[in-house]
Nanobody, 119 residues
Framework: VQVVESGGGLVQPGGSLRLSCAAS????????MNWYRQAPGKQRELVAV???????NYADSVKARFTLSRDSAKNTGYLQRNSLKPADTAVYYC??????????????WGHGTQVTISS
């Protein structure tokens, strides 16, 4: 199973950016797609969580600014981020929990995508 993030880049404060997370391989379905971020010199933190059949949950620092959604048919998740701040600068990682065609549950990470908020 491969998990690939995309959509990172340089954005001015107050701007918006949408990140995508695509899972591919012998996947039957995607149970959860979660986003983490790691800023320079800091530990990786959980940003948003979305499980199958559930509602998104967000870290307090991003509530009302970030929106998590998914396209189950494409095994793809999206993180729409608005009103971006310099504090949002980090490498963003996608963590996907997938159910394989064998029935096994597999947890996979992407390699991350850099997001920089700066004027």
């Amino acid at each position: 199973v491969q998990v690939v993030e995309s959509g990172g880049g340089l954005v001015q404060p107050g701007g918006s950016l949408r990140l995508s997370c695509a899972a591919s391989g012998s996947i039957f379905s995607t149970y959860a797609m979660n986003w983490y971020r790691q800023a320079p010199g800091k530990q990786r933190e959980l940003v948003a969580v979305l499980t199958s059949g559930g509602s998104p949950n967000y870290a307090d620092s991003v509530k009302a600014r970030f929106t998590l959604s998914r396209d189950s048919a494409k095994n793809t998740g999206y993180l729409q981020r608005n009103s971006l701040k310099p504090a949002d600068t980090a490498v963003y990682y996608c963590n996907a929990s997938v159910i394989l065609v064998t029935g096994d549950l597999l947890d996979s990470w992407g390699h991350g995508t850099q997001v920089t908020i700066s004027s």
